[in-house]
Each structure stands twice: as C-alpha cells, then as structure tokens.
C-alpha cells in the first residue's frame, strides 16, 4: 500500500470538505456508523464520503477491505475483536500513513479495569437473542400495529402513547422508541366538527402510577408544521392548495392540540428544532421521571 497523496484541508470554512471514512467491523457496523455522523456533525462543511466494511470475519474480506482503503485513503475507524486482523488492519494503515482509530479501546479499556473484569471476545455480544432483543422486537411489532391511531383499545397495553397533529414525527418517533425497547403507538389529532379531538377512551386507561400508559403530546411551530407538509404534498405530486397547508388553519389545529394537553396534564415536546433521535430521548426523560414519581423505579 503506498502513502496516499496528501493535501492540507482549506481553513475557509464556506468551502466544502470532502473526505473517505472507511467503517470496518466484524459486527454491523452501526457503531461505528453512528460515532462517524456524531464526529463529523461537529465539522462545519465536512461531509464524509462512507464506506462500511461490515462482518469482516475473514482474512480474504480483511484483503478486499484493505485494497479498497488503499483505493481511497482517508481515515479508518474500526471495531475488530480478532487480534490477527486487527494487526493485518493496524499495519497496513501505519505503513500507508492512514489515521486508524479502534473506537472502542479506550471505553473498554477503562471499564475493565474499573470492574476489574476481562473482556469478552464474543463478536456482536449486543446482539445477542437473549429475552431483551425479542422484547424489542415485540416493541417494534406493537408500533407498527398501533400507528397512526389503528387499535385505539390496544394502546391501553403501551408503555408510551404519542399524541399529536399531522407532521409531528409520530410514527418515526414511536420506531425509534420500539427500537429502544419500549412499547410505543401514535394517535393523530385531525379536528372533526362535533368530534372530541383526543379519543375519550384515553381518559379510561389507568395512569403511570397503576401500570398505565404514559401520555405525551408533541408540538411543533405553525410555520415548521406547513413546511413539512408543504413538502409531503409535492412528494405525493399534489398540487392542490387544501385547507391542509394553510398557516391559519395549522395554527388553529396547534392551539386545540395545546388546550387538550394542558386539559388533560399531558407532557408536551416542541420537535421543531429536535431530530427524532433527541426527540425520543426526551420522551424517555419524561416517561422515567414520571414513573420515578409514582415510586416504579
């Protein structure tokens, strides 16, 4: 492998940096995937050209990885357990000049000496299917089958219910939420002449402190609200001006929404500004203080 040609990155942060990222792992790669989009958000400009070099478990995948990092130099991140590879990986990269990272070395080196324990050479050890990962499964399953207001009743079973207008994230959100674990449906708020605009049912459910479901209602700014929608209708080629898209119409639909959470003590998340990640990191902080509260945890 020979020492790739090097260029100093331009300082002018209005231009444009592209870069190879090469992800090599003996597992998924999502590790690494998520670490790389974390680390490279921080870098105004920077947009990462990604490669993954997922379930490298062989010394002929570790050579088609190789020749393909040496086809591309940029920088490696890496999460290989077998030792062999590892050096073959390591070598190559110190002889070609290429930044290499183990990303997990330093937090697995620093847990076990704090519990004083060695580590484990099982690869993909998360992702084991133990009780938790087909709890997880049953968590997404239970999502897609309470979307979007379907088995109203059945929500009664849920750990977490989300309530919101049209283009809140609720769906996604509730996945995301299923994919931590937690057993989440959706219910949208659509105003309806005479009809209540949060299903009466709800104020049946036994609450948090009796094993109920925990309630939150997801808001958003009028104008974030019309833009998404704006977009969803030209994604459907859509061209028709509706009642849907108009901002007075979104408005109202927002201030029956807050007076219906305010009513009923619902938590509220603004996702204006949030990713569906910090979304449902936040929906969690609410979901464990309010269980805290009711003496569940």
């Known amino acids: 492998m020979k020492p790739p040609t090097r260029t100093t990155p331009t300082r002018n942060t209005n231009v444009a940096i592209y870069f190879h990222v090469h992800l090599v792992s003996d597992s998924t790669g999502e590790t690494l995937v998520a670490t790389m989009k974390a680390s490279t958000a921080q ?15 062989s010394d002929e995948q570790m050579a088609r990885t190789l020749d393909e990092i040496e086809a ?19 070598s190559r990269c110190k002889a070609a000049g290429i ?34 990962y087909y709890d997880r499964m049953d968590a997404l399953d239970f999502a897609m089958h309470h979307d979007d207001g379907q088995n109203v009743m059945g929500l009664r079973d849920a750990d977490i219910i989300v309530l919101g ?8 959100t509730c996945i995301y939420l299923g994919n931590r674990g937690y057993r989440a449906g959706n ?3 659509v105003p309806v002449p ?13 609450n948090v402190a009796n094993g109920g479901p925990f309630i939150v209602g997801l808001v958003a700014t009028p104008d974030r609200i019309v833009q998404i929608r704006q977009q969803r209708l030209e994604n459907l080629n859509e061209r028709t001006v509706t009642d849907y898209i108009a ?21 509220v998340v ?20 309010a269980r805290r509260k009711a003496g569940l945890q």
């Open 99 to 132: 930044p290499a990272i183990s990303i997990l070395d330093p937090v697995l080196t620093t847990m076990g000496r704090y519990l004083g324990a060695s580590i484990s050479s099982e690869i993909a050890a998360q992702r084991t299917l133990d009780d938790t």
């Open 43 to 57: 870098f105004r400009g920077a947009t990462a050209l990604e490669h993954l070099h997922a379930l490298v478990r």
């Open 165 to 172: 207008v049209s283009r809140t994230s609720k769906t996604p």
């Open 247 to 267: 901002p007075d119409r979104v408005r109202d639909e927002l201030r029956q929404a807050k007076r219906e959470f305010v009513r009923a003590g619902y938590p």
């Open 187 to 189: 219910i949208p708020l």
């Open 194 to 206: 005479d009809v209540p605009l949060v299903p009466p049912v709800l104020a049946s459910f036994p």
């Open 270 to 289: 603004d996702v204006t500004r949030r990713s569906i990640e910090e979304t449902a990191a936040q929906i969690i902080n609410l979901f464990k203080a």
């Open 72 to 90: 591309r130099p940029g920088i490696v991140l890496y999460t290989l357990l077998d030792a062999d590879r590892r050096h073959q990986l390591e």
